[in-house]
C-alpha cells in the first residue's frame, strides 16, 4: 500500500524537468518574480536539472510583463551565476546550439512538447 502524500512523492522521486505556471492567480509582475525566486530553489532542493516557467506572451498585457521581468531576473542570475542557463520558448529547438547542451543536463528536455513549437510564452532555466 502507498501511502505517500502527492507533495511527499514529488520529494521523493525528483523529476529531471519541473514545470510552473508563473501566471496562476494573476500575479503582479513583481510577484511573479519572487515565486520564481522560491521554485528556482525550491526545485534544486527537489533534485531537478530544470524548470519550465509558463509565464505568458502577453494577450492579456499580464502576461508580456510577468515574461519580460522574470527575463531580465534569469540574465542577472545567468551573469552572477546562479542558474547554468535559461533557454526563451522561442528558441527551444533541436537546431538550437544551446538548447542541444541543455539536453545533456536534463534529458526530460528531449521529450518536453514545447520543443520545435516557438512558444514565447515559456522559458527553461537549466539549474
Known sequence: ?????????????PSGLREI?????????????RRL???IHHSRQLGATALKIIHGYGSTGAGG?????????LLRLKGRR???????GEQFSIFDE?????????????????????NNGVTYIIL
Open 82 to 88: 546562479e542558474i547554468a542557463d535559461y533557454i526563451i
Open 65 to 73: 510583463r510577468i515574461r519580460v521581468e522574470a527575463r531580465n531576473y
Open 98 to 118: 544551446q538548447t542541444r547542451a541543455a539536453f545533456l543536463r536534463c534529458g526530460d528536455l528531449r521529450k518536453e512538447h514545447d520543443l520545435e513549437r516557438h
Open 37 to 39: 525566486t522560491f521554485e
Open 1 to 13: 500500500m502507498n501511502s505517500l502524500s502527492a507533495r511527499e512523492k514529488e520529494i521523493a522521486m
Open 21 to 33: 505556471n508563473l501566471e496562476e492567480g494573476k500575479p503582479t509582475a513583481s510577484a511573479a518574480v
